[in-house]
């Protein structure tokens, strides 16, 4: 594999100066980046993407900033990375993972300014994003995936979790529950400020004062096994409860799991309804869960629009776009059991 290295020794010139002609960070001559330029093209070192970085002082690379989480990467964030990847294509760009976590703010922004990417997608946003706030004030291109608390002037695209949870606790009332729990994400990510395990929260606790009922949520780890012990708390506090709310994939598996482990059918007996989860996961359970599938590919798409074109445009932003959950059928929520007095 041709690398820089061999680029500089063809070129006769510094390893640091082949990196100052590709990322323009630093001025040299037009004698020595043409010998550069006929370099790559005698080695044939990646001609096309680094020639028009050359020329353009650009990079052509989006980074998609995704840092590592208990949960892992899921369906819908991969669904997310195709979306993003094939759109990034379209416009001209490449996609590369950057797993930087949310403290790493200052190496993302130094990285960009280096000439490494032309602007960064955000994901696992919290509510107060040392990353947004260290990219905002260096004005480096960015589009959140999520939000912030501050939204001013921050470029977004996130799901509407107000919209998705009114929804499904409609849904579920016209079915005749009035008893309904929530079991969110967990603990950890409401202390860290993870803005959709606050905001679900948000407006499921609204969606349900609306209707004048009161709801119980309930914070989890990201396990099956915790998921069945969720079950066992909520029932305990309330057996009356009819239907359960989830979002939290991996510990909906253990809430099933578990009420059918206490003898209650579902949906003869309780219903659930899995929220902003990924695709084809209402089939992996028995019955099949209906679900709200988290629009992950419109968001990727979405956001390398935005992104795109805070870089192309001269720092035009797409408004800001909030997408709804979009309920997919399954045989887990029924009508509210009929119980004696």
């Not at 939204?151 to 079915?175: C, K, M, N, Q, S």
Request: overall charge negative.
């Amino acid at each position: 594999m041709v690398t820089m290295q061999d680029v500089a020794a063809r070129a006769n010139v510094s390893l640091s100066t082949v990196s100052y002609a590709l990322n323009g960070t630093r001025k040299i001559s037009d004698e020595t980046r043409a010998r550069i330029e006929a370099a790559m093209t005698d080695l044939g070192y990646h001609r096309n993407a680094m020639a028009r970085g050359l020329a353009s002082r650009r990079s052509h690379v989006l980074a998609l900033i995704f840092p590592a989480t208990e949960a892992g990467i899921g369906g819908t964030v991969s669904e997310f990375v195709t979306s993003a990847a094939a759109a990034a294509r379209e416009a001209g760009y490449h996609l590369v993972l950057w797993p930087f976590a949310a403290h790493e703010a200052t190496e993302i922004r130094d990285l960009t300014q280096q000439g490494m990417a032309d602007g960064v997608l955000l994901m696992e946003v919290r509510l107060d994003d040392p990353r947004v706030e260290v990219l905002h004030e260096a004005g480096v291109p960015y589009t959140m995936i999520g939000r912030t608390r501050e939204l001013e002037g921050r470029p977004y695209v996130d799901i509407d979790f107000a919209a998705t949870t009114e929804a499904a606790v409609e849904h579920l009332v016209a079915r005749g529950h009035r008893r309904i729990a929530f079991i969110n994400h967990s603990a950890e990510s409401a202390a860290a400020g993870y803005g959709p395990t606050l905001r679900a929260d948000e407006g499921f606790t609204a969606a349900m004062e609306r209707r004048g009922l009161v709801g119980r949520s309930l914070l989890c780890d990201e396990t099956a096994e915790a998921g069945r012990a969720a079950v066992g708390e909520l029932l305990e506090q309330d057996p009356t409860l009819t239907a359960f709310v989830t979002m939290n994939e991996i510990a909906t598996f253990g809430v099933m799991s578990g009420l059918q482990a206490r003898g209650l059918a579902v949906p003869g007996d309780v219903s659930v309804l899995g929220i902003v989860t990924s695709p084809g996961v209402g089939a992996m359970s028995t019955p099949p869960l209906t679900t709200m599938h988290a629009p992950g590919a419109e968001l990727g798409r979405l956001g390398v629009q935005s992104l795109v074109a805070r870089i192309d445009d001269a720092g035009r932003a797409h408004a800001p776009v909030l997408v709804p959950c979009d309920l997919e059928a399954g045989a887990s929520v029924g009508p509210a059991p009929v119980r004696g007095p």
